[in-house]
């Protein structure tokens, strides 16, 4: 009888998230290409990379994880 309530819960437990998924495959906003804003270079090629990832050897200017504070500030006020 308990392995029946504990096979019950495990079977919620898996098909809750399957649910979720399938509603957002189908009623979910496609994200953007870069939706963090992030600056790192695996964010600046496109999806699926090229084989050469870059026609052009980026220059980096600014630290792999500088993401811009202010917008999240602003997010979650």
């Known amino acids: 009888m308990l392995s029946s309530a504990g096979a019950t819960i495990l079977a919620v ?11 957002s495959l189908f009623h979910g906003k496609r994200a953007s290409a870069n939706p963090w804003n ?13 084989t050469e ?5 980026p220059v980096v200017t600014a630290p792999p994880y500088d993401y811009p504070l202010r917008e999240v500030e602003q997010r979650h006020v």
């Open 13 to 23: 437990g898996y098909l809750l998230p399957l649910a979720y998924l399938t509603w």
């Open 38 to 50: 992030a600056t790192g270079l695996e964010w600046r090629t496109e999806s699926p990379p090229p």
């Open 53 to 57: 990832n870059f026609e052009v050897t």
